[in-house]
């Protein structure tokens, strides 16, 4: 693109990579694009989760409405809901259900036959497609009932004692978390701006050994430590910084000003990202990436949208290659 030099495109560094969580670098952006990637992994980002429960039997402690509210804040595996179609915009069903392009069935049939109270869990929940299932259980078939890849039990619904029954039937759709925070796919998404943290080491060496202490325990999280050769000051960790200011008031109330100056990278962001289980964390990120740019797709009317299509682009390239 004319006028536009590869090193205003985001960059993107990844500290730490688990099914479940991801904590990585974005720079040379702006806080705008943070937040509307942070805002699309919580709010637009689909997954799968029970939305309609029709039960036969129930004799637990739990009533009918209860029950299915619990149901449908099980995390269901949902790889594939970004394939799916919406059940608003389905014209093979009309919504109505099921149907196996926007929709899964599950089953769950449990009696407690003995003097032990039985749990009742999401492992319990069969499903007809092994490609979706409650999270932590494996994949379970409606007709065999094995769990093929773990020992899990799951998710507790309900307890049961002897002669209690519960048998029901449940559908769970597509949808997003605007909709209701069961199709949110995300525990916890968050950033924050880099510090970039200067100590005045002239002004540190006017403090006795005891007053550097004194300062360095002003900060409720530990950034600043002591070097036991030099016995100066240090940065341990600025990333553990809150932007509490403590420690500049700490200097003020010493009679020090200047005795730290701590500025945040305007340009730089450090995410952290933790997934219900539903989707990997990864993926999560990459899924709201591409949602993002169908959005820009939607309403680009100059050169300036284009270039976040292009910048998202590689910020995706970067996620799908796993590193830097």
């Given at each position: 693109m004319e006028g536009v030099s590869y090193q205003r495109f985001p960059k993107v560094k990844i500290r730490e990579i688990k099914d479940d969580y991801l904590k990585f670098e974005l720079r040379d952006t702006d806080a705008s694009m943070a937040n509307a990637l942070r805002?699309?992994?919580?709010?637009?980002?689909?997954t799968i989760a029970i939305d309609l429960v029709e039960i036969e039997v129930n004799s637990s402690v739990l009533n009918d409405e209860f029950i299915a509210h619990r149901l449908g804040l099980i995390p269901i595996v949902s790889d594939r809901a970004m394939d799916m179609r919406f059940s608003r915009d389905c014209d093979a069903c009309d919504g109505d259900g099921p149907c196996d392009y926007c929709s899964v069935e599950f089953k769950l049939d449990v009696t407690c036959n003995s003097d032990q109270t039985l749990d009742v869990t999401s492992a319990d929940l069969l499903s007809t497609d092994l490609n979706f299932y409650p999270v932590d259980t494996g994949p379970r078939n409606s007709t065999t009932g094995i769990d093929t890849s773990s020992d899990q039990r799951g998710i507790i619904i309900v307890?049961?004692?002897?002669?209690?029954?519960?048998?029901?039937?449940?559908?769970?759709?597509?949808?997003?978390g605007k909709d209701h925070a069961k199709w949110s796919p995300a525990a916890t998404v968050t950033f924050m701006y880099e510090p970039d943290i200067h100590i005045n080491e002239d002004l540190m060496e006017t403090?006795?050994?005891?007053?550097?202490?004194?300062?360095?325990?002003?900060?409720?999280?530990?950034?600043?430590?002591?070097?036991?050769?030099?016995?100066?000051?240090?940065?341990?960790?600025?990333?553990?910084?809150?932007?509490?200011?403590e420690v500049i008031k700490k200097a003020e109330a010493m009679g020090k000003p200047g005795l730290v100056e701590i500025y945040a990278k305007e340009d730089t962001f450090i995410f952290t990202v933790?997934?219900?289980?539903?989707?990997?964390?990864?993926?999560?990120?990459?899924?709201?990436?591409d949602i993002l740019k169908q959005k820009l797709d939607a309403v680009r009317l100059s050169e300036d949208t284009e270039e976040a299509d292009d910048q998202f682009g590689e910020l995706g390239a970067h996620l799908r290659g796993g590193g830097a």
């Amino acid at each position: 693109m004319e006028g536009v030099s590869y090193q205003r495109f985001p960059k993107v560094k990844i500290r730490e990579i688990k099914d479940d969580y991801l904590k990585f670098e974005l720079r040379d952006t702006d806080a705008s694009m943070a937040n509307a990637l942070r805002r699309v992994m919580i709010a637009e980002v689909p997954t799968i989760a029970i939305d309609l429960v029709e039960i036969e039997v129930n004799s637990s402690v739990l009533n009918d409405e209860f029950i299915a509210h619990r149901l449908g804040l099980i995390p269901i595996v949902s790889d594939r809901a970004m394939d799916m179609r919406f059940s608003r915009d389905c014209d093979a069903c009309d919504g109505d259900g099921p149907c196996d392009y926007c929709s899964v069935e599950f089953k769950l049939d449990v009696t407690c036959n003995s003097d032990q109270t039985l749990d009742v869990t999401s492992a319990d929940l069969l499903s007809t497609d092994l490609n979706f299932y409650p999270v932590d259980t494996g994949p379970r078939n409606s007709t065999t009932g094995i769990d093929t890849s773990s020992d899990q039990r799951g998710i507790i619904i309900v307890k049961l004692r002897r002669g209690q029954e519960l048998r029901l039937r449940a559908i769970a759709r597509k949808g997003i978390g605007k909709d209701h925070a069961k199709w949110s796919p995300a525990a916890t998404v968050t950033f924050m701006y880099e510090p970039d943290i200067h100590i005045n080491e002239d002004l540190m060496e006017t403090l006795t050994l005891e007053e550097k202490r004194d300062w360095i325990e002003s900060s409720p999280t530990k950034v600043f430590d002591i070097d036991p050769n030099t016995q100066q000051v240090v940065v341990c960790d600025a990333e553990a910084y809150t932007y509490d200011e403590e420690v500049i008031k700490k200097a003020e109330a010493m009679g020090k000003p200047g005795l730290v100056e701590i500025y945040a990278k305007e340009d730089t962001f450090i995410f952290t990202v933790e997934s219900t289980g539903a989707i990997k964390a990864s993926q999560m990120v990459i899924n709201a990436i591409d949602i993002l740019k169908q959005k820009l797709d939607a309403v680009r009317l100059s050169e300036d949208t284009e270039e976040a299509d292009d910048q998202f682009g590689e910020l995706g390239a970067h996620l799908r290659g796993g590193g830097a």
